[in-house]
């Protein structure tokens, strides 16, 4: 069964300081991974995918993640949070041999701080 | 482009009440879905539908849920009755194509007293 986990419920950072935001994932064969951020009373906004190829993906707002085949992980990075980073991040996985749904971590609400 | 529209944006009804949800999706998606997101959660799929034919329905409860997507473009989520724990935000997504990168409309808050 497909499942993903982000251990954070939320992560404070400091305006300019760099950004980690975890995610771990469980999934039979090759993963598609992807990151999306909610603003208050707003949809989810894609920020990024992997799909095959460069372990690190860059993505909308200057965010990146790295994907570790090994450590099953795709952790969300920024260089230089800004105030406006804060919101709620959602992982997610979808398995691949067939069509798969999309299985969303429970989020990682990420509060930047002047 | 325009994303995904979906209205009305918040709902308040009383329990046992009908209430209905539209969704437009992206020009030239053909694949529609319906998520359900409670509070401090993640999405959890309720229906896919490529173009009008619901391919996966498998969570979505249907003694009370219905959907439809008739022409295989706008779609409608209905509940009849709603109950006091289906208050939640509902979203819609389409994408090009089945397992294609998903986009998000703004969600239907719903809060059933």
């Known amino acids: 069964a497909q499942s993903v986990a982000q251990p954070e419920d939320q992560v404070n950072v400091a305006e300019g300081n760099p950004l980690t935001v975890k995610c771990t994932y469980s999934v039979s064969g090759n993963p598609y991974l992807f990151w999306y951020v909610q603003y208050p009373n707003r949809g989810l906004q894609f920020l990024l995918k992997y799909i095959t190829g460069d372990n690190l993906v860059k993505g909308s707002y200057g965010f990146e993640a790295e994907f570790n085949k090994s450590q099953t992980s795709f952790h969300l990075k920024k260089p230089s949070a800004l105030v406006s980073d804060s919101a709620l991040y959602f992982c997610?996985?979808?398995?691949?041999?067939?069509?798969?749904?999309?299985?969303f971590g429970a989020g990682t609400r990420l509060a930047v701080h002047p | 482009e325009a994303g995904v529209v979906q209205s009305p944006r918040y709902k308040i009804i009383e329990k046992k009440q009908p209430v209905a949800f539209w969704c437009n999706p992206i020009s030239g998606h053909n694949t529609l879905y319906w998520y359900l997101q409670n509070l401090g959660q993640g999405p959890e799929l309720l229906i896919r539908y490529e173009n009008e034919e619901a391919v996966d329905d498998s969570q979505l409860p249907k003694d009370r849920f219905s959907a439809e997507r008739l022409k295989g473009v706008d779609s409608t989520l209905k509940i009849q009755p709603a109950e006091l724990g289906d208050s939640a935000v509902y979203l819609c997504?389409?994408?090009?194509?089945?397992?294609?990168?998903?986009?998000f409309g703004p969600g239907t808050r719903l809060t059933v007293l």
């Open positions: 997610a996985v979808r398995g691949t041999g067939g069509y798969n749904k999309l299985i």
């Open positions: 997504a389409s994408s090009p194509s089945p397992g294609g990168t998903e986009f």
